[in-house]
């Protein structure tokens, strides 16, 4: 079996090289770069900080509401923000994969970009 290390740019084939020559729309297509904010993750951890604290304040601020309400809606919002504060750490880690993915075909884009210059 041929096992391949992950995160490896693998060899330009001849095949690969006459595909995009016959197919230039392609290349740009399938190497295009996409850029996401880490801002917006930034502002979900926050969000999901914001609900914590208000499970707790609700949790321990005397209100006129029945027990099990209060600690119905203590429990959800507090199981909600660890949601959200899991879904943003998920997303960052994926990210970073699709960043280092992201280089890895930079660099064959540019490859094939000067095979294909180098024949003409």
């Not at 996401?36 to 499970?55: C, E, H, P, W």
């Not at 507090?78 to 280089?103: H, K, M, P, T």
Request: aromatic share 14%.
């Amino acid at each position: 079996m041929n096992h391949k290390r992950p995160g490896r740019l693998r060899r330009i084939r001849d095949e690969d090289v006459k595909f995009y020559r016959e197919h230039p729309e392609l290349l740009e297509q399938h190497f295009q770069v996409t850029r996401r904010s880490t801002r917006d993750l930034g502002y979900a951890f926050l969000i999901g900080f914001a609900v914590n604290i208000l499970s707790r304040f609700i949790a321990y601020y005397p209100m006129d509401l029945p027990e099990w309400l209060i600690d119905f809606l203590s429990e959800f919002l507090y199981d909600l923000g660890v949601s959200i504060w899991g879904a943003v750490v998920a997303i960052f880690l994926l990210e970073a994969i699709c960043e280092r993915n992201q280089r890895i075909a930079s660099e064959w884009y540019n490859q094939i970009k000067l095979r294909l210059d180098a024949e003409k």
